[in-house]
């Protein structure tokens, strides 16, 4: 009898801690999650929920594109590949030219000088070196997007770190971004995109896309955050250098400084965050 | 009041079964958009919006349209507008709910149509749409049941209806200036960068739409006991033939600006829809057709002689909305999209499933609008 008593002692004073402990928290707003990231420092999911430490940091992403050092075709399919066998871009190639040529989804692709500056000086007296070159395109991650402006429902935003992101699974499909983006670096998926991936070809780390949804390049955060860079830039062989335009000792912001560079349609007030190497380190000074 | 569209005639039935027919048939058409995506469209990546954007826009206009009866009836107390009101209004309310309806089809996750109250955001035009729409719906759907309501009783509207009725005023000017704000602030799309683009909205919205309205209401005379009158019909007349000579003359500074700037950005969307590109012409003829029948249904409108005369008011009327349904329900569009960003050109061509869808929808609206018209009719009918 009195060893229960003294159990139930103890036990009614643990209680009654516990519920002013609770109490307390709970007023100063961190009860529960604080008693829940308590529990998860020794789970599992531990590692998912907390950034990893390697993840790369930046005040704004950005490219440095000098495609002479790319030499044949094979160089630029590399990159396309490296991109979008990691994105789980469908692959097309299986349609009509023609239709693939309106419905195809891409990340990063290759076009002309004329097409890919077609507002940028140029007339017929031009070197015609730089207008044999192909370009690469993609999402420019602009200072100011359209896109991002024009979104009906965020589902398209800009991080803290300057990449123009797009969250699918909120996105209603109304294509808005797509009018708007004057780089055309949108793609929408006009049909099922999962038939065009092959399974053993999937990466089963990314999300595949589902039908009526509005998607573009995402300058790699699921690889920036392990620390890696994007991954076109991997295989490009120095030809799309990646770095911090914020950061003056970048070494993008050294090649910017010190070769001459352009970007897609700047009198748009945008503020691509891609620039383009013109002429090669033979032509500049 | 709806009871009075559940009896007809027998060629009000037949009417209402090929709408629900149409309606039907473009159901299952879109029960296969929704299958296998947008793609069974002619819509592409670079010309992402077509005929369901198109035909979004136009009504908007049509819908706006209300006010140029609302105005003079109940700003100037023009009285001889007091028999056709009611007309602009359902035609507001029927024009609308095809707005709504084109916006959905146009979706490529129709599903989540409710992130974009969820998730409210401000600095899209597209947000503000849907504010101004649905208030415009609701507006027009109020006062004009109420108004009929209180027609058919014998007693005046009840004060309240008062100050909506002048709300709607800004309202519709508000509802074609927000769907114009779509288009006029884009970056890059040279066509549609352009400050008279909600003037130009709202010039053809008051030439289409009255020129509906004409039409329809001398539908209602043929079928029904109810006379909208000769003299309303000819103040539309003169609205639209001032609205019309606003609206082409409007387009005419687009082409200086354009050609007399030489600049190629601005001068590429116009040389694509009258001349063609490169061989790519498909809009041509349809541009000419719109151009040529927005002259000839000024000409027949611009003579007060020509007017009177019903039947001439009536073609003038038909090819004038011809004209403009051409011009803003296909070009306006397809034309900000083509040349492409990179300065090529992709065609763009309505698909048989698009254009069914479109048709259905089209069915929807005038079910809509055959009901509530009917509704009207028969009030008219009853109290006369």
Known sequence: MPYRTEGEHVMSINRRQFLKLAGVTTVAGIGGTAVFNGLRDNGPEAAQSSPDPRSLKGKRWGFVVDVSKLKSGEDYQKCIDACHSVHNVPDMRSLPEDIRKRQEVKWIWKDTYEHTFPTAPEDEYQNSELKEKNFFLFCNHCAQPACVRVCPTKAT??????????????????????????????????????????PEKENREYPTRMIGV???????????????????????????????????????????ASKYTIRRKPELGTQPGIYYVIGGVEHAG | MLDKALTGSRRYWTWIFILLAIIGVAFLAYLRQLNEGLGITGLSRDVSWGLYIGQFTFLVGVAASAVMLVIPYYLHDFKKFGKIVILGEFLAVSAVIMCVLFIFVDMGQPIRIMNVILYPT???????DTVVLMGYLALNLVIGWTTLGAERNGVKPPAWVKPLIYLSIPWAVSIHTVTAFLYAGIPGRHFWLTAVMAARFLASAFAGGPALLVLLALLVRKYSKFDPGYEPIQALGKIITYAMFANVFLLGLEFFTAFYSNIPGHMQPFKYLYAGINGHAKLVPLMWTSGIFALASLGLLVFPGLRKNEKILAFACVILFISLWIDKGFGLVVGGFVPNMFETVTEYWPTLPEVIITAGVWA???LVLTVLYKVAVAVREETA
Do not use: Y
């Open chain 1, 214 to 256: 509005v998607e573009k390049c995402t300058l790699c955060t699921e690889r920036l955050a392990k620390g890696l860079k994007p991954a076109c830039v991997e295989v490009s062989n120095g030809a799309i250098v990646f770095g911090d335009l914020e950061d003056p000792n970048s070494e993008v912001r050294k090649i910017i």
């Open chain 2, 364 to 366: 929807i609206g005038l």
């Open chain 1, 157 to 198: 935003f800009r991080r803290k770190d300057g990449i123009v992101m797009q969250d699918m699974h909120r996105c209603i499909g109304c294509r808005f971004c797509m009018a708007a983006c004057p780089f055309g670096a949108r793609s929408f998926n006009w049909r099922d995109p999962r038939p065009f991936i092959r």
């Open chain 2, 122 to 128: 401000p600095n899209s035009v597209m947000f503000w």
